[in-house]
């Protein structure tokens, strides 16, 4: 009723209702007095409506603006983070852009770096709730000012661009640097590998060490099981439908390990066919390590997940990625099988250390292909958790685990990369020697 006598009292319906009482008065029906004191009460309502209708009008358009404020602040909070009494500094030591470029294990660096540069010096802001502390990660090995406001810093982020500079490269930084600053070596590859791009990698000193190893300061897993959240809630399922080939092996590094690993795939082929996909066989995938390569293995009952190293612990995205994520049983090696014990989902890998031989290894895969109860056993461990991947790529976040390693109270002690237990994680000393041609014959798997 409001709104339509709000409607009826507007401009035309006013001189209407004043040409009407103006009727009424020369019909007889009002005195002029009357007349007068109706015409009096008409201007003062018009007047009284009027009022309250702006002011109404006003409010909603203070509600609008203040809405709107609301709304643009809630954003600003969520694109700058929040302010504490706590701001540190991280620099990743590397002389070019070049690793974040080319790297797939940096692409989560290189977007926040390139949506980020600030006076030509690559860098970004993080939040860490967490620690209630603001992070700034940069990256340079000759911005002075970056580098002495730097309570922390990251070697080895790009450790083959600074083959045979290394030494001369710490000791450079050594005189920029505050002398309470915290470093930090960053193991992702192999002891083998690193030692193979620079030998000079196994005499860094550093005080804290991020790496997959579990003994390493900051630990970050390629990949870990976690008991609980099942994957899957229904018991009995068969794994093997649909599943039309047996083994499967994708590499694209042929040669360049640092055990006779081709080597040991042609002996298997003696005894078990197997599909050899990209640079090492005959059958390809393009574009290579893509989600549509990684889901056409989901066809396959195995695949061969050998890494380039015998290194405990190192347990590449060729187990997690490939094979947890695809439905495909893994046949494993690199470290020993204790190592993959810690990690892995229980009974969910076939560890070649465990047969003698190559032949004894695919009698035991032909057999599994036979039995669908055996096979279907090794994925039980969806009825009891689930599991997680970590890396690739390099979490931004990873860094804010650095903030408690980077107090100048906490006692800092630094020691040599040789010298940790990261490094000394492999079956032989790490000597950067490729595994040589023919060396199949005097080589046995590490159990």
């Not at 009357?34 to 002011?55: D, E, K, M, Q, S």
């Not at 620079?198 to 005080?207: F, L, P, R």
Request: one cysteine or more.
């Amino acid at each position: 009723m409001r709104g339509k006598f709000r409607h009826f009292i507007g401009f035309k319906q006013s001189v209407k209702m004043v040409l009407l009482l103006t009727k009424l008065r020369r019909s007889g029906w009002f005195s002029l007095p009357a007349f007068l004191a109706a015409i009096f009460v008409l201007g003062l309502l018009l007047t009284f409506l009027h009022n309250r209708n702006y002011n109404r009008a006003q409010l909603d358009v203070n509600e609008v603006k203040k809405s709107e404020l609301q709304r643009g602040s809630r954003r600003d909070n969520i694109n700058e983070p929040p302010t504490w009494n706590c701001t540190k500094q991280v620099t990743l030591l590397t002389p070019s852009m070049g690793p974040f470029k080319a790297w797939r294990e940096y692409k989560l660096l290189q977007h926040m770096f390139t949506s980020n540069i600030k006076n030509d010096v690559p860098s970004f802001e993080l939040s860490c709730p967490v620690q209630r502390c603001n992070l700034t990660i940069g990256a340079t090995l000759s911005d002075k000012r970056l580098l002495g406001n730097s309570n922390g810093v990251v070697i080895n982020i790009a450790p083959n661009l600074l083959k045979n500079k290394l030494d001369a490269t710490i000791k450079k930084l050594s005189n920029i640097l505050c002398n309470d600053v915290t470093w930090f070596f960053l193991g992702m590859e192999s002891p083998q590998m690193f030692t193979y791009w620079d030998a000079q990698i196994a005499n860094i000193q550093y005080h804290n060490e991020i790496a997959y190893h579990s003994q390493s300061s900051l630990s970050i897993p390629y990949g870990y099981f976690v008991a609980s959240k099942p994957m899957d809630n229904v018991p009995g399922k068969d794994w093997t439908k649909d599943k039309t080939h047996l083994i499967a092996w994708m590499a694209s590094n042929c040669e360049n390990t640092f055990w006779p690993r081709s080597e040991f795939v042609y002996d298997l082929l003696n005894y078990i066919p197997v599909d050899m996909y990209g640079k090492c066989g005959n059958l390809s995938c393009l574009p290579p390590m893509s989600p549509e390569c990684n889901n056409m293995l989901s066809k396959y009952k195995f695949y061969l997940a050998l890494e380039n190293t015998e290194c405990d612990e190192y347990i590449t995205e060729k187990f997690w990625e490939k094979c947890m994520k695809h439905n495909v049983v893994p046949v494993v090696y690199g470290g020993r099988r204790a190592a993959y014990e810690k990690l892995a989902p229980p009974n969910s890998f076939i560890h070649v250390g465990d047969f003698a031989t190559a032949e004894e290894l695919a009698q035991y895969l032909l057999a599994l292909d036979r039995d669908d109860q055996k096979y279907n056993e090794f994925f039980q461990w969806r009825l009891q958790g689930h599991v997680q991947t970590n890396y690739p790529p390099l979490n931004p976040d990873v860094f804010c685990e650095m903030i408690p390693l980077l107090s100048s109270e906490t006692p800092k002690t630094k020691q040599k990369v040789s010298e940790s237990k990261y490094f000394n994680s492999c079956r032989d000393k790490p000597t950067g020697l490729f595994a040589k041609s023919g060396s199949y014959s005097n080589w046995s798997s590490w159990k």
